[in-house]
């Protein structure tokens, strides 16, 4: 399914909205276009309305005196009242005269004399004609002035009842168009929580925040602006043609032709802005990320003096940003305004043309109301087109990044489980297990162990060595391509990830704090955990000890990362939250790293008896802190090399040895 289409589907979600929008709309233009054909004939039937034949009658109601006689249009005679004398009203240069009788026909007049010459081709006839004073002619004007009036009240009324539902379609277009981008928001952040950690090792940060935020607001201006754009100037046009048509059809017929050539330049205009926008929409998250990654590392930046180095390789995605920028502004410029002059001068050397032949024409004669409407409708009907060639570049960008959006839904992700199992026992089984982060290039090769309940299962091994991938794998960030891994005997891939991960608790080595508290750092809004197990498990790491002195105590703020706290108050916190869920599995990923040798003590002392029932899985780098670890496991490009208690391998004299004798060393050296 194309982006257009997806777009629709999400906007027909709300298209009982769109549809009462789309009614009031419809009744806004047809009001508003009912004003040139009011003022059509207010010149033709009451300004130029004179100009009609008069009979004498012998009532003074509704009638103009002159001569002493009473006149009244023939018009409004009813059917059984007698005429009298016929006389005509005609305009001559800027005189007004009247005619005794009727005229045999009408064409061009000259009056010399008291005579009035009416010329139509060979024709010609001469008519005795008296001038109309101003006094006399008023008498005639003053019966007009109540049909001007009630037509001027009812165009006032159409105005106000156009402008009410033009404000009410604007606020349900806009009101759908923000219910609309909401729901895509949601959806799109509501993705992210099904893609696996895979995707995130291959896209920055900057790029994903980029799809959710700057794309769907480029999507917003889509339905708040291009589609009411769109919709109220098709409206709008299909009203205007309706006019002409029911004016002139010929005319009409010749205006049809900017409908094609509207269409042309958008198919042509599409093709090069299409491929200016997807460079702008890809420039756009390649500087979001750039952002990202830099304010992630200034520290490092500052440190080793990059601030030159990063601002050039900002600057260089800046610029090319720029350069399209100013090559999709050049060609809105030179098309947008441009084109509907060039239309516009077009279509009034058209209508010129035809209304001066129809001038020409002895057959035909041309009322100033019809020529005052057709001048007034395609000055409106060139309101919607250059509004329509106006927004599409908005309509492009957005399609663009729709595209761009739904790239990010299409990809292949798993839905957020909310079942919940029994507590785990603690049994974890690798049985030949084998994992590579691309085909083909295993990081795991066979691994095999078990752990029992209860246990403490230490992995040791240098850099690279596997040791985090085997976490990665237990709490099923990734799922092994050889063997199988089991939790009391059932392979996990049976289980949902979440479902898993409800018994599983994990301590990085860098741990992460959200904007909060620290109280809600260690509960992360989870309504199963309550304020007491939150003091609880903080106390039981020992971390009463350290932040008893905040002033608003485990309601201290805590910002992004947490970066006003120490890297051991980070890790408590981090510590304590893993404990607050009560795990049937812990996973420690180098969890005292970062920490203090007092405050390692601190937790060292808590984990004696947090780990009783309780299956600990620790990656350690000092080896003194794993001692009692009841198996561990040795390392070495991606397979077990050694395993057992810390006493059997220090009788072995392998690796474990000696990486347990060089740590000694080393640490007797700095002693």
């Not at 971390?543 to 105590?553: C, Q, R």
């Amino acid at each position: 399914m194309n982006t257009g289409r997806r777009l629709m589907q999400y906007a027909l979600n709300y298209k009982k909205i769109i549809v009462a929008a789309l009614f009031m709309l419809t009744i806004s233009v047809v009001t508003d276009l009912a004003g040139p054909f009011i003022a059509k004939n207010i010149i033709d039937q009451h300004i130029l309305g004179i100009e009609s034949v008069w009979y004498e009658t012998s009532s003074e109601k509704n009638t103009a005196e002159y001569n002493g006689q009473f006149y009244k249009k023939e018009k409004n005679f009813p059917n059984d009242e007698q005429k009298g004398k016929e006389l005509r009203i005609l305009q001559v240069d800027a005189r007004f005269v009247i005619v005794e009788g009727n005229l045999e026909f009408d064409g061009k007049r000259t009056l010399k004399d008291g005579v009035l010459t009416v010329q139509k081709g060979t024709k010609r006839a001469e008519y005795n004609a008296q001038v109309l004073t101003t006094k006399e002619l008023m008498a005639f004007y003053k019966l007009e002035i109540p049909g001007i009036i009630k037509l001027l009240i009812i165009y006032f009324g159409l105005l106000v009842i156009s402008a009410i539902f033009q404000y009410g379609q604007r606020f349900l277009l806009q009101n759908s168009a923000n219910r609309i981008i909401q729901k895509m928001r949601e959806d799109v952040f509501g993705q992210i929580q099904r893609l696996p950690i895979q995707y995130f090792d291959n896209l920055p940060a900057g790029k994903v925040v980029a799809r959710i935020t700057n794309d769907t607001e480029a999507i917003r201006e889509l339905y708040v602006t291009v589609l009411a754009q769109f919709f109220t100037s098709a409206i709008y046009i299909t009203g205007i043609y309706a006019a002409l048509f029911i004016l002139d059809v010929k005319l009409a017929a010749i205006c049809l032709i900017l409908l094609p050539i509207l269409y042309g330049w958008m198919l042509v205009y599409r093709k090069f802005a299409s491929k200016y926008n997807h460079v702008i929409r890809s420039r756009i998250s390649d500087i979001n990320a750039t952002i990202n990654e830099s304010i992630g590392g200034m520290s490092i930046i500052q440190a080793f003096r990059r601030e030159k180095e990063t601002e050039k390789e900002f600057e260089k995605l800046n610029t090319e940003h720029f350069t399209y920028q100013n090559k999709l502004l050049s060609l809105n410029a030179l098309t947008s305004h441009n084109l509907v002059g060039v239309l516009r001068n077009l279509v009034f050397v058209a209508f010129i043309w035809y209304f001066g032949a129809q001038a020409l024409s002895p057959a035909s004669v041309i009322s100033l109301g019809v020529l005052y409407a057709f001048v007034d409708y395609i000055n409106r009907l060139f309101q919607p087109v250059q509004g329509i060639v106006n927004q599409l570049a908005n309509l492009e960008t957005a399609l663009v990044a729709g595209e761009r959006v739904f790239k990010l839904m299409d990809e292949p992700g798993e839905n957020v489980s909310t079942q919940r199992i029994d507590r785990f026992k603690g049994n974890v089984t690798f049985d030949h297990v084998s994992f590579g982060y691309k085909d083909g290039e295993y990081v795991l090769k066979d691994i095999h162990f078990e752990a029992k309940q209860g246990q403490t299962v230490a992995l040791v091994g240098h850099t690279g060595s596997g040791k985090s991938s085997i976490m990665n794998l237990l709490f099923r960030f990734y799922d092994c391509q050889k063997g199988k891994i089991l939790i009391d005997g059932k392979d996990i891939v049976s289980i949902p990830r979440q479902t898993i991960r409800n018994h599983m608790g994990i301590v990085l080595q860098d741990p992460y704090l959200f904007t909060g508290t620290i109280a809600s750092n260690v509960s992360l809004s989870d309504p199963w955990i309550t304020r007491d197990m939150v003091e609880k498990a903080l106390k039981d790491v020992g971390a009463d000890k350290v932040f008893k002195n905040l002033e608003n105590g485990y309601d201290e703020p805590v910002i992004e990362k947490g970066s006003t706290l120490s890297s051991g108050q980070r890790q408590l916190i981090s510590f304590a939250r893993a404990l607050a869920f009560n795990p049937a599995i812990l996973i420690l990923d180098e969890a005292t790293s970062s920490i203090d040798t007092e405050t390692e003590a601190v937790i060292q002392d808590a984990m004696d008896v947090l780990k009783k029932g309780r299956t600990t899985f620790i990656i350690a780098h000092r080896l003194s802190t794993i001692r009692n670890a009841d198996q561990i496991l040795v390392l070495d490009r991606g397979k077990i090399v050694e395993r057992g208690s810390h006493e059997e391998l220090m009788v072995l004299g392998g690796k474990y040895f000696q990486m347990y004798e060089l740590q000694k060393g080393s640490a007797g050296i700095a002693g």
